[in-house]
């Protein structure tokens, strides 16, 4: 059955690890790792999920289970999918037993191949065609195969995700290459992206969009982070954009399938454990898509699709137009009556003074403003950061509050901000917000502890006028919570 998740999806009893996306015939199919955490492990499956819109999504179940425990596939991890010439699906997967270890102790990680001749309906495994780590690479790291067409030689291209034997630990993170003719067979090559930076560069692809090659990887050393990479040509050099990664901390494993001239990305937000705000960050969460625009220069810009918002109904005027909150040594803020329903979308738009530190929303909102979620663009540091109010305390005395955090601080993302005009654009559906600045940056994160509570605006230490500041509710949506009159917006300490 197919529902109306409106872009976020999350199996029943389980989470969504790293997509596989697959777009053919209109219809994007993302396989996934479906993971259930329970313990002990039950073995890693792909489950399959299809979707027309990137907001419905339909879920198939089961789509290559577990090999078993005596498996080299007792869990089956990431890779991705290709047609050949003769109509033949291939899947191309890594496969792991904890049992099963290396000449280090350590897990083997393996490369595994498995073929469909229905439409991706059924799948045989080739366990012949194993195989592991080449010398100079680490067998415990050989994982998430990504294979593509090379369209000058027409050769298979592979790229794994693995280290070096060598070097500093924490930096030992390569793209590793492989090539073949058949498909079955693979010939080693030269490493395709070695940086030596962090320790594992997860999820690799590569794609053309008119003249330029993109390279995404995430990695987990210095960033918990999908990173993007550009080049003319396949060979190099790749160029590292001003601001290279698709979101913040709480969205990762992003892979992507192109569809009428667009792009979209498919990760998921991470969860945090006992579901709460300073709870730690956990591996799976929910299914979230972003949408890459090309710019002219070739870097790319991300947002929500048109087709997420859209499932979004008219927006409602919650603040008044023209609003001026000026604090030129201060703080001010307009807080709306009324609770804010479970989902919504919120855009503010601000015209933004050239001397001003600091603006935003505050989302799930106590009558004052005092507890909220904020989040807070910073023209002077060009900057949008994910913030949050009363703060972790450790006791009971006032100096035991985290005062001294400026912010929840992986929750912070580069954006070009001066002075004059932008727009926040925020997506809160349950325990999931996305927030989006200027249609170009992107910071998702979980709000778990405030379940409710009210939205409003602020300006710190300078002035911002409010163009426009619009909720609207999901179109299926046939609650009708209240939600403000602007005549009836609660303005909180100094507004002029």
């Known amino acids: 059955m197919t529902m109306n998740q409106r872009g976020f999806y999350r199996p029943d009893g389980a989470w969504i690890g790293d997509v596989i996306p697959y777009e053919q015939d209109g219809t994007f199919h993302l396989f996934y790792l479906h993971e259930t955490r329970r313990r002990p492990a039950e073995g890693m499956p792909w489950h399959l999920i299809t979707t027309e819109d990137g907001v419905s999504f339909a879920e198939h179940g089961v789509a290559l289970a577990s090999g078993g425990p005596s498996s080299d596939d007792f869990n089956v991890y990431t890779g991705s999918i290709v047609l050949d010439d003769d109509g033949v699906h291939h899947m191309f997967y890594t496969g792991q037993n904890p049992e099963r270890r290396g000449a280090d102790g350590l897990p083997l990680q393996l490369v595994m191949h498995a073929t469909s001749t229905d439409g991706m309906t059924s799948w045989q495994r080739h366990p012949e065609d194993t195989f592991g780590a080449g010398e100079g690479y680490v067998a415990a790291d050989w994982r998430d195969p990504f294979v593509f067409r090379d369209p000058e030689t027409g050769l298979w291209r592979m790229l794994i995700t693995t280290g070096s034997t060598e070097g500093p630990s924490r930096r030992r993170g390569v793209v590793a290459q492989c090539t ?24 690799p692809e590569v794609f053309q969009w008119g003249e330029w090659w993109y390279l995404v990887v995430s990695e987990f050393t210095d960033a918990f ?73 070739g870097t790319l810009a991300f947002h929500p699709t048109a087709e997420q918002r859209d499932a979004y109904g008219e927006g409602t005027e919650l603040l008044p137009s023209g609003t001026v909150l000026s604090a030129p040594d201060g703080y001010a803020e307009l807080i709306a009556d009324g609770t804010a329903p479970a989902a919504f979308r919120l855009v503010a738009r601000f015209d933004v003074d050239e001397t001003t530190r600091e603006c935003g929303v505050l989302l799930r909102a106590g009558a004052d403003g005092d507890d909220a979620y904020v989040l807070r663009l910073e023209p002077r540091r060009n900057r949008l950061v994910f913030d949050r109010w009363p703060r972790r305390q450790t006791g009971t005395e006032q100096w035991q509050i985290s005062g001294d955090v400026p912010f929840v601080v992986e929750l912070e993302r580069p954006v070009t901000l001066g002075a004059g005009s932008h727009v926040l654009d925020v997506i809160v559906d349950g325990d999931i917000c996305v927030a989006t600045v200027n249609d170009e940056v992107v910071l998702s994160t979980r709000l778990y502890d405030r379940a409710s509570g009210r939205v409003g605006a602020f300006v710190g230490e300078g002035t911002a006028t409010l163009r426009s500041f619009t909720l609207s509710r999901p179109a299926d949506d046939p609650d009708t919570t209240d939600t403000t009159d602007p005549a009836q917006a609660s303005p909180q300490f100094a507004t002029a």
Do not use: N
């Open 180 to 203: 073949s003719t058949d498909l079955r067979s693979w010939r080693p090559a030269p490493a395709f992206w070695a940086p030596h930076r962090a320790l594992a560069y997860e999820c």
């Open 225 to 297: 982070t999908t990173r993007y990479r550009m080049s003319r040509s396949l060979d190099g050099p790749w160029i590292v954009p001003e601001h290279d990664s698709l979101d913040g901390r709480a969205f990762y494993a992003a892979k992507s399938a192109a569809r009428d001239g667009r792009r979209l990305f498919f990760g998921w937000i991470s969860t945090r454990e006992g579901d709460v705000d300073d709870g730690a960050w956990q591996w799976a969460g929910t299914l979230s898509v972003l949408e890459a625009e090309q710019r002219p220069d």
